[in-house]
Antibody
Framework: QVQLVQSGAEVKKPGASVKVSCKASGYTFPSYGISWVRQAPGQGLEWMGW????????NYAQKVQGRVTMTTDTSTSTAYMELRSLRSDDTAVYYCARLGGGGSYFDYWGQGALVTVSS | EIVLTQSPGTLSLSPGERATLSCRAS???????LAWYQQKPGQAPRLLIYGASSRATGMPDRFSGSGSGTDFTLTISRLEPEDFAVYYC??????FGGGTKVEIK
């Protein structure tokens, strides 16, 4: 069965960086893109960007452009999201999600990784 | 950039009642690219509807989606206790609406 398993919770200081991983299993990794979505406490869902697991092409949301880098390692079927220059308002649960339907929707989600930014 | 506006923000209903949730796009979008998700507290979102009206695998038939252009609707015909959650619409794997919370009245 399809699974996306993310790395664990992190606590970071303002200005630091965090790298969250998302290990996929149960399907052919290069056949489906991966997106990253975050959710601040008590808030809605925010799309952060997308990476093609086939060729590494990326597209980032304007809000995090310049601070985020999404990568993949096809040898381990793992996607990564690195966010730099962390601020307190980056505190959120970060989800990876598989793109289905030719990129139209997210058919599988990771369990989420809480990133807390605090001095 | 497409902006999705969901209404109402909160819907207070009793089990067995019908729920009607709205998602309005800032410009016309293809219904093929409109999806709905359900999120329960402490859980990741789950795909509910894709292509505006197709139910995801395993989702009960009391959930239905409709609409086209700029106006889309998610209907829950008879609310079950497990349906009380937050629902989000999304366009083309990117922009999300702000969500509608369906709470027990």
């Amino acid at each position: 069965q399809v699974q996306l398993v993310q790395s664990g919770a992190e606590v970071k200081k303002p200005g630091a960086s965090v790298k969250v991983s998302c290990k996929a299993s149960g399907y052919t990794f290069p056949s489906y893109g991966i997106s990253w979505v975050r959710q601040a406490p008590g808030q809605g869902l925010e799309w952060m960007g997308w990476i093609s697991t086939y060729n590494g092409n990326t597209n980032y949301a304007q809000k995090v452009q310049g601070r985020v880098t999404m990568t993949t390692d096809t040898s381990t079927s793992t996607a990564y999201m690195e966010l730099r220059s962390l601020r307190s308002d980056d505190t959120a649960v970060y989800y990876c999600a598989r793109l289905g339907g030719g990129g139209s929707y997210f058919d599988y989600w990771g369990q989420g990784a809480l990133v807390t930014v605090s001095s | 950039e497409i902006v999705l506006t969901q209404s109402p923000g909160t819907l207070s209903l009793s089990p067995g009642e019908r729920a009607t949730l709205s998602c309005r796009a800032s410009q016309s979008v293809s219904s093929s690219h409109l999806a709905w998700y359900q999120q329960k507290p402490g859980q990741a979102p789950r795909l509910l509807i894709y292509g505006a009206s197709s139910r995801a695998t395993g989702m009960p038939d009391r959930f239905s989606g409709s609409g086209s252009g700029t106006d889309f609707t998610l209907t829950i015909s008879r609310l079950e206790p497990e349906d009380f959650a937050v629902y989000y619409c999304q366009h083309y794997g990117r922009a999300f609406g702000g969500g509608t919370k369906v709470e027990i009245k």
